[in-house]
């Protein structure tokens, strides 16, 4: 049972493979800190590679036939990709489904205020995080401001070399012995995670001239004012790029790649797969990280609607046929599983636990302590699943999500469960998950990818 290490497999050419998908995953996630970020670096590539928006081909009057490629976006958050397989859709879909939002800072809807010559933001933390990881690090601004008159700001800095970088501060360990004594959840609290904008006095203003001075510069860069806030959505993320990790170059360390980096491979697998049987399908859905909720999370009607009016341009709507196809898919809900660390490994339980360099993450369940809120794949699923990853010659390994009372996870595998599909947990094993810099395996990135265009193209349970 033990498995392979993928590495001890490799020859120079699939070295250099390995090698050449993660340089265009780093770049991918250079330029995807936020939602909206990744969705437009989505569609700039796929729609290179031929794919047409779905709601403008509908309006066109324009039908779909087998190999075409589609998409469609929804608030510039989520996204679905289809491209047509040869067999009716109503005999199911082969899916995958990752989410594209991760932890960070949101900045408030009445967030700019002074404090002892300090021009402060105030802000929100966004998913599961530790909060006292977001201290004293260099931060940059990723986002939009929408004026009253629809006009749409976009806003990225600390990112270039040359822009300014943000940070929170932290009590200087001089000071900091009564701090020391609290328990981490209580360290830094939540409403201390405000970060420092500025420190110079506007000249000429008395009261608040540090603000003063802050809304001058935004209204100079930006063209907007302090009301502009309330229909902001700005996002604090770590300021830097995406490193390689090690002396020899074998992990990458960045942001976001909770679940950003299962994204980012099923997107590949789509765009590598030739015609396939049944229709493929990629879901990149926003709200994983607070629950899945909301109009752009997975518990929208968004992907069954998108469906629907895919099956009408193919000249195949019905709702027995559109619940028919959703029941007779299979999918992979494409999420990050824990890497076991030596340094932490009291919080896993090592024969059913996911290794760095041992391939695709299979969890065949998820939830917490008793399973709870999980999703849990029949044993014909699975089997069916290691039969693709086998003939294949993926690298693959099964995990469970630390011990079994330390805690616990969920992914969208429940919500796509609901319509009766096929449904497993898989993706990359990530190392320091949810905190500012996470670390994935090249091997495994690579691995998984394969193992994504082997599922698209021959799944059929």
Known sequence: MERKNAWKGYDEQKMAQVD??????????????????????????????????????KKEGGKLSVGDKVYEVLM????????????????????LGAHIDSPRLDVKQNPLYEDSDFALLDTHYYGGVKKYQWVTLPLAIHGVV???????????VGENEDDPVFFISDLL??????????????????????????????????KDAVKAGILKLLSESYDIEEEDFLSAELEVVPAGKTREAGFDRSMILGYGQDDRVCAYTSLKAMLEIGQTERTACCILVDKEEIGSVGATGMQ?????NTVAELLDLCGEY??????????????LSSDVSAAFDPSYASAFE?????FFGRGMVFNKFTGARGKSGSNDANAEYMAHIRSIMDGA???????????????????????LALYGMNVIDCGVAVLSMHAPWEATSKADIYETKCGYKAFLEKACL
């Open 393 to 415: 010659e993926v690298v693959y390994q099964t995990a469970e999500l630390g011990k079994v009372d330390v805690g616990g996870g969920g992914t969208i595998a429940y919500i």
């Open 350 to 354: 090592k024969k059913n636990a996911a």
């Open 173 to 206: 360990i001089h000071l900091a012995g009564e701090q020391m004594e609290k328990k981490a959840a209580k360290v830094i609290e939540g409403e201390a995670l405000d970060i420092i904008v500025g420190s110079k006095p506007l000249a000429g203003e008395e």
């Open 146 to 156: 929408v004026k009253k008159d629809g006009t749409t700001v976009e806003v990225n």
């Open 76 to 95: 510039n958050k989520s996204i679905v990709l289809f491209q047509l397989g040869s067999k009716p859709m109503v005999e199911g879909m082969n899916i």
């Open 318 to 331: 019905s709702e027995l046929n559109l619940r028919r196809c959703l029941a007779a898919s299979n999918m």
């Open 300 to 304: 929208s009607r968004f992907f069954e």
């Open 20 to 57: 050449a998908l993660a340089k265009e995953y780093m770049q991918f996630l250079d330029a995807s800190k936020t939602e909206r970020e990744c969705v437009d670096a989505i569609v700039n590539e796929i729609e290179a590679a031929g794919y047409r928006e779905l709601s403008v081909l």
